[in-house]
């Protein structure tokens, strides 16, 4: 499994790290229920299916607040997370060595890749969905906005079989929150701070103090400049500066 999640993530560490959190995930009942492991053939079926994995996708990423993740198709299955109940952490200490570099400057802490092995594998039914399946399934979250797939066209399909030598691995963002509803939370932090007119670094929007108890703390560096997007587009907004070194104007 480290391998493959090598190959869609950021460089897996031998010992991988589970997500921060305190309690499990508490998956719906249709999760015990062996047929939402196979996609059934009758279309209606098929779309109550699809619904209930986007919508059990979603819960487990913002439970987790997972923002990039990792689909490998033997990730049920792997033993390098042990008895870990939630998801692994891919990038272990490389990400948590330039997240503390970013920390002492004005960057956004740089995207951190999870991999979850029990989200389509139940150990206690003892199923797995097919990897064809479940990238049908994020195919389908993907044309609903609620993905957005690393390294690939956005006109390339999931559901086709990879090419010679590609692996069924890939890595994507999951909008739990659409880009949409995060440009709201960001516009609402400055006007709740009186900050229109003011430029603020992506640092003080996710990680300054004054984000702190707030949704937008720790939000992926990504995922912001997908809401500062669409701030920019509705004339809410100016982004300037280097990559390295970006603020934003709020009008």
């Not at 990238?135 to 957005?148: K, L, P, S």
């Not at 709740?192 to 300054?208: F, I």
């Not at 703390?217 to 100016?238: E, I, S, W, Y």
Request: proline share 7%.
């Amino acid at each position: 499994m480290a391998q493959q999640a090598r190959a869609a993530g950021s460089g897996a560490a031998s010992q991988p790290t589970a997500a921060p959190t305190t309690s499990s995930f508490e998956f719906p009942q249709y999760y015990n229920y062996p047929p939402m492991f196979t996609l059934q053939p009758n279309l209606n079926t098929r779309r109550a299916q699809l619904d209930k994995w986007t919508s059990l996708v979603l819960a487990y990423c913002r439970f987790y607040r997972i923002f990039r993740l990792v689909v490998a198709p033997s990730a049920g299955s792997t033993t390098a997370s042990g008895s870990a109940p939630g998801p692994v952490r891919v990038d272990g200490e490389e990400a948590a060595a330039a997240a503390a570099a970013a920390a002492d400057s004005d960057d956004p802490t740089p995207s951190i890749a999870y991999y979850a092995p029990n989200l389509f594998h139940n150990r206690t039914i003892d199923r797995t969905m097919p990897i064809g399946e479940v990238r049908e399934v994020f195919d389908d979250m993907r044309r609903q906005g609620r993905i957005e797939v690393i390294g690939a066209p956005a006109t390339a399909t999931l559901k086709a079989a990879p090419g010679p030598g590609s692996s069924d691995s890939f890595s994507c963002y999951v909008f739990w929150k659409t880009p949409e509803e995060w440009a709201a939370a960001v516009e609402a932090f400055v006007d709740e701070t009186a900050q229109r007119g003011s430029v603020l670094t992506l640092y003080e929007l996710t990680s300054g103090d004054g984000t702190r108890g707030r949704e937008l703390h720790g939000l992926d560096p990504v995922v912001l400049q997908r809401a500062l997007a669409v701030l920019v587009k509705r004339g809410k907004a100016q982004v300037f500066g280097s990559e390295e070194s970006q603020g934003v104007k709020f009008f």
